[in-house]
């Protein structure tokens, strides 16, 4: 069992940044792929980035590279996800998710926080 906690959002102006993080419970999170997906107001939940248990492995979706980072210290047992050159359109709730195969897909991941609310003003 694997209980993740998020923090970090609030509410920033276009083009700062924000790091996000997610604090794991249990010993066994270095052995989980870690992911970040995101919820805007009336829409779906979507991939964000997912990285490998030992960081050796990352992943994102095509229209946050090089703007989105995750990272993650399995010492710490903490997920990143640094946001810069934030935009309005990065409005929405972030969810960190522990899986065990690397995946974009939600039903993949078998444990999630509750989420934090990021809001970008214009």
């Known amino acids: 069992q694997v209980q993740l906690v998020e923090s970090g959002g609030g509410l920033v102006h276009s083009g700062e940044s924000l790091r996000l993080s997610c604090a794991a419970s249990?010993?066994?999170?270095?052995?989980?792929?870690m992911g970040w997906f995101r919820q805007a107001p009336g829409k779906e939940r979507d991939f964000v980035a997912h990285?490998?248990?030992?960081?050796?492995?990352?992943h994102y979706v095509d229209s946050l590279k090089g703007r989105f980072t995750i990272s993650r210290d399995n010492a710490k047992n903490t997920v990143y996800l640094q946001m810069n050159s934030l935009k309005p359109e990065d409005t929405a709730v972030y969810y960190c998710?522990?899986?065990?195969?690397?995946?974009?897909?939600?039903?993949?991941?078998?444990?999630w926080g509750q989420g934090t609310q990021v809001t970008v003003s214009s």
């Open positions: 998710a522990a899986g065990s195969v690397p995946s974009v897909i939600q039903s993949d991941y078998d444990y």
């Open positions: 990285i490998s248990s030992w960081s050796r492995y990352t």
């Open positions: 249990g010993r066994t999170f270095s052995t989980y792929f």
